[in-house]
């Protein structure tokens, strides 16, 4: 039998949505680890981390958030008080069914889950950071060379491409709605004050990683994190030296699923063999 040409090209997209939320449940545990992506995320983009999160034991869900999964109209009309008030509501009916909650947050989504965690302190128990928001710094010098590189025709960052496209859960049918999120650059920016301003706040076990070739937030993003936890009783930060914004390198991956599991072993008693 002739084998059949795969007709996926290297950068065509996937000929399936898969920007929804998901949800992998267990009945084994009190325990659920919730993903919240970033500004032009996906919940797409946590499933190899939520299937390593549910085969260490653990229920997982990735939320989508209002105005994504759609248009740049949809993503136009939304707000930070949606996605806020979409992540709260969602904790809450997580929480019903596991009384323990970590939060994972990617970018904005780390911004979200800091400013969650203060509003529902009796539910979340820790936060998993990456590459969260705190100072965008796409006028850095590895945002010019990342751009760079996004042209390149080398095959390693068109695969880079492909992934960023393949995440970015807003479809762009018309440039003339991009003007429309000028206001929700304006809701980052408030997200990530108020985000600072929680800090102290801030009662849990934090894990923070960050990319220090990240070309959308700068790399010391992660030093005001940590500075900010003065009443944290425990965290960790851990940086990557090659992966970008959202895309890991095989290897980092592989650190990030070893933090974690280290991260979660000890928030839950496991590294105490409880």
């Known amino acids: 039998m002739r084998k059949q040409k795969n007709p996926l090209k290297p950068l065509e997209y996937q000929p399936f949505n898969p920007h929804k939320a998901f949800e992998m449940l267990r009945k084994d545990t009190d325990t659920i680890v919730i993903f919240i992506h970033g ?7 946590f499933i190899s981390l939520a299937d390593f999160v549910y085969h260490m034991g653990y229920a997982c869900a990735a939320l989508l958030l209002p105005g994504h999964g759609g248009t740049a109209k949809d993503f136009a009309h939304s707000s930070q008080q949606q996605w806020t008030e979409q992540v709260h509501k969602e904790v809450h009916r997580y929480a019903e069914l596991y009384p323990n909650v970590y939060l994972m947050g990617h970018s904005m989504g780390g911004l979200l889950a800091i400013n969650e965690s203060i509003c529902s302190k009796a539910n ?14 796409l006028k850095s010098r590895s945002s010019l060379y ?35 999120w000028l206001p929700r650059v304006v809701d980052l920016t408030r997200l990530s004050r108020l985000a600072v ?3 102290p706040k801030v009662t849990v076990p934090v894990l923070i990683t960050q990319s220090r070739n990240d070309e959308a937030v700068l790399w010391r993003s992660a030093e005001t994190i940590e500075k900010g936890l003065i009443n944290c009783p425990y965290h960790r930060l851990v940086y990557l030296q090659r992966s970008w914004h959202s895309y890991y390198f095989k ?24």
């Open 197 to 199: 301003k929680n800090l």
């Open 39 to 45: 500004f032009l995320g996906s919940p797409h983009q």
């Open 124 to 137: 979340v128990k820790g936060l998993i950071l990456l590459n969260t928001a705190i100072k965008i710094g």
């Open 251 to 274: 290897k980092e991956q592989k650190q990030i699923q070893d933090e974690i599991k280290c991260f979660l072993d000890i928030c839950t008693g496991k590294s105490l063999g409880r």
């Open 146 to 180: 990342s751009t760079k590189n996004f042209f390149s025709r080398n095959p390693i960052y068109n695969r880079i491409d492909r992934y960023y496209r393949e995440n970015n859960s807003v479809t762009v049918d018309n440039i003339l709605y991009t003007v429309g």
